[in-house]
């Protein structure tokens, strides 16, 4: 059984908590790594450790308890000045919190966490008995607590060293398996130790091991660690069931009571109506009661969508909290280049769906780490031109009307399109004449082709082109599209923009005949008439001019295998992160907040979801990109029409 039983509730709270507390430390960190003389930084880490020791101790779960309490002696010792903060020591302290997180993750399935690393515990104590290469020896009169004792099982593997000081250069080798002679710091070996991948979760379906067993054991009660007894799952199984998304969500109660008073003010309305309908049901049809009639519509269609859009705001969550994981990641992946590197992070207070959020956590992983690789150089060649030797990546989120955009920033060396278009051409990705009818915009965009890398070498950081096309697909499954600004020398912006909400969408309503389809207006860019002579054959395939760029001519009822009746009126100039052309419509039916419903057991290829307008007529909602992949490839569309309706 579980070694939590009964405690599964208070164990998920603990968590939730836990998590946010520790990230925020994991902030705090890197901003102390800049201030070590900050003592508000020292006294707030040193309360989140604290808190954490608090909270394991409660749950019983000892390990947590002695790494937490080593690292709290250690800022203990830090705020009392007993300790200097050495780039040495703040590895450590980082390599310790890499095992807070770990054993976070032991929680979550439902065990003990095992004891930590031996080289952290090592490591800790040895900073805290000065032994560290470094450290100065405490003082005699030190009144801090002294360093908890070694477990049991870490003791037994401690690396070798006289009178228990840690040997830096054997816990080195028992850290990368290179000989225990290699030139190396303490620092070094830390960093190495946080750069391990973390063990892979067990797949779905594994038996969870029992704590203390040898890895690979099977459990003796046949079933997984995040099973409650009786058979109810707890909400870290739920989580799993539905691929690893938390079902739960903060939500500020002042928004609450506002969707429990627009609740009453309906029922109100609704009462109202009831009383008008009898009237008029009796007869009572005088120009009186229409009034009132009229007033209680448009009064309940108020409240109705002031409702909504509370209802909408429970859903949306500060992106900071997305945010606060990155600064570390930056940092840690900045050490292990042998570059320095500053995050910093702006409009952390805009908020986002939280099904948004927990989607963006890739994409923005693999940006942060593009920027940090890729685009900023190596401190002696940024002096060499002209630049400080730190650099700088912004991480900034801001509203702009019914859209996020999320901007990834750095002073780096910039792209070259050249460049860009010639590696295209070399890979195969693309033909030179395709290459040499390419502008500046369109060049940057070629990085988001699969397969696409500058880099010459593969190293565990990047340069085996994938990356960019991954944010790509994970940004258009979001509704939002990517464009990409750079000048050489002086650093490269991405910018996301992205919908508010993935529940609405704002869309344009387009007419094949008389059957609307619509269209994310995200992508639209413009509606013009389509003049017949105005048409032109470029390769065999129609083009249209407008301000100077030859856009190609692509009738909507051929992307959807329809006949085409009549030549199309009107274009719809669309643009998405690979291509712009115009999209030729029969004519418009206006421009609608959808509802999206999304089709799960049926989805027709090139369709994103299904709305109904206010008539009862269910409308496509199309995803262009799929269309675009299959260009005419959709003759079942209309029945696919017809399926729906009939659901």
Known sequence: MSDFAGMEDLLQDFLQEAYDLLSDVDNKLVDLERMPDDRGLLNDIFRGFHTVKGGAGFLNASELVTLCHLTENLFDRLRNGELELTPELMDVIMAATKGVRDMFGELGQMVMPQPADPTVIAALQGALSGQMPGAAPPPASASAPPAEPVPAKAAASAPPGSGGEPDWQALHATLTGQPAGAAVTQGELITKAEAAPAPAPAPAGAVAPVAGDPPGTPSPFGRRATDRPGGQPTSARRAEERGGRESTIRVDTSRLDQVLNLSGEIGLTKNRLTSLRADILAGKNDSETLHALDQAVSQLDLLVSDLQNSVMKTRMQPIGRLFQKYPRIARDLARQLGKDVELVLAGEETEVDKTMIEDLADPLIHLIRNAV?????????RQAAGKPAKSLVRLEARQEGDHIVLIIADDGKGISAERIRAKA??????????????????????????????????????????????????IQKLNGSIEIRSEPGKGSVIMISLPLTLAILPVLLVLLGDQPFALPLSLVREILPIERERVQEVGGKETLVVRGEVLPVISLARLLGWPLARYPEYGVFMQTAERSFILAVDSFAGRDDAVIKSLEDFRPKGVAGVTTLSNGQIVLILDMKELLADLGQHPDMAASLRALAAA
């Open 373 to 381: 690789d890729h685009g900023v150089e190596m401190p002696l060649e």
């Open 425 to 474: 051409v070399e890979k195969g990705l693309i033909s030179e004449e395709e290459a040499n009818t390419l502008d500046e915009r369109q060049s940057l965009n070629l990085i988001l082709l699969p397969g696409f890398s500058t880099k010459s070498e593969i190293s565990d950081v990047s340069g085996r082109g994938v990356g960019m096309d991954v944010v790509q697909t994970n």
